[in-house]
């Protein structure tokens, strides 16, 4: 995947197989907007981490799948259920010009309305917005940080607006976001994209690093169901994953159906980002997003200007399979002082 591709060690085992990880972990940012699959890609990052594949320098919040208060909420929680590092975390945008309801897939609060009897602990939140969080780390880490995003990407777009040289700055940025532009936007507007198009137009055109963009359509082509989700992880002793459990019972009626297509798309990437190989075929192009009319949210490809965006277009199921199975291993925590 971009750069990292190239220069690799090859690990035997660490993953089930023969996959290529870097000698120094890949230093990231994780833009999340708080809804269940964000915590679980977080979770596999985790893991990540734990292996020395990645590290993981902040964690930033955006307004998008609920409100920003409960992202970082239900992130703190994760984080604390996973007995995480200390991972600081910063509070980004509340889009106040967004034309989108929030989604409620998990509940108003994103994490399934639920009393857990207990709140998370939410000092990992520091007083440092996540434009000056981005700003600060690109400058500390120049050409070095994988800015990965799952929700609407109003702190990139703000943050290059207020600090341009992170436009330029970040090696890579990878999107969870947008549609398949060969399909002519037939499940219509993509829920991140359609939530703050401009933004999602801006970043698409003015970053002058890499992009790397896993539409909606992509993860929903894929052969894992929600009747296999449910066999393969109803007993972990994970306690994270066995909090996922809980929220996808009460708050996902669809999600016991037969043929119904497992709903991690976040996850799906984080795992693309961990193991390339989870990302089959790619077409580079030039993207641009609409911002107005009844095409608003979507992506337009234009293939006879500099591409400018690689999509990904057909996701390994199989390998897929074995990096979502492997997210949810326990991590071997340190001991207690």
Not at 29 to 42: F, K, S
Request: charged content about 20%; some cysteine; aromatic content about 8%.
């Amino acid at each position: 995947m971009l750069k990292h591709l190239v220069l690799r060690l090859l690990c035997a085992g660490l993953f089930g197989g023969a996959v290529m990880v870097d000698a120094n972990p890949r230093l990231m940012v994780v833009d999340v907007d708080g809804g269940l699959d964000d915590e679980w890609a977080l979770l596999a990052l985790l893991r990540a981490q734990n292996l020395g594949l990645v590290r993981v320098l902040a964690i930033t919040t955006v307004d998008g799948m609920t409100d920003i208060n409960n992202v970082c909420v239900n992130t703190c929680r994760l984080l604390q259920v996973a007995q995480a590092p200390d991972i600081p975390m910063y509070r980004g945008i509340k889009n106040k010009d967004r034309e989108t309801d929030y989604l409620y897939l998990y509940g108003k609060d994103g994490f399934g309305d639920l009393d857990w009897g207990w709140k998370p602990d939410l000092s990992r939140v520091k007083g440092m917005s996540a434009i000056e969080a981005l700003a600060r780390l690109t400058k500390e880490h120049p050409g070095e940080i994988s800015l990965l995003c799952l929700g609407p990407l109003t702190n990139i777009a703000e943050a290059m607006r207020l600090q341009p040289d992170i436009a330029s700055n970040l090696q890579e940025i990878l999107i969870m976001g947008g549609n398949d532009p060969g399909k002519f936007g037939e499940l219509g507007a993509e829920f991140n994209f359609l939530t703050d198009p401009e933004s999602a137009n801006a970043v698409l055109t003015q970053a002058k690093v890499p992009i790397m963009l896993l539409p909606v359509e992509t993860c929903l082509n894929i052969e894992l169901n929600f009747p296999w989700r449910w066999v393969s992880f109803k007993d972990t002793p994970n306690p994270a994953i066995q909090m996922f459990n809980r929220i996808e019972r009460e708050s996902l009626v669809f999600c016991y159906l037969e043929d119904t297509t497992f709903w991690g798309c976040d996850l799906f990437l984080a795992c693309g980002f961990i193991n390339p190989g989870v990302f089959q075929t790619t077409v580079a192009t030039n993207a641009r997003v609409e911002t107005v009319g009844p095409r608003r949210g979507l992506i337009v490809a234009d293939d006879t200007k500099e591409h400018n965006v690689v999509i990904v277009t057909r996701i390994n199921s199989g390998v897929l399979r074995q990096e979502v199975l492997k997210s949810a291993e326990t991590m071997e925590l340190e001991p207690a002082d």
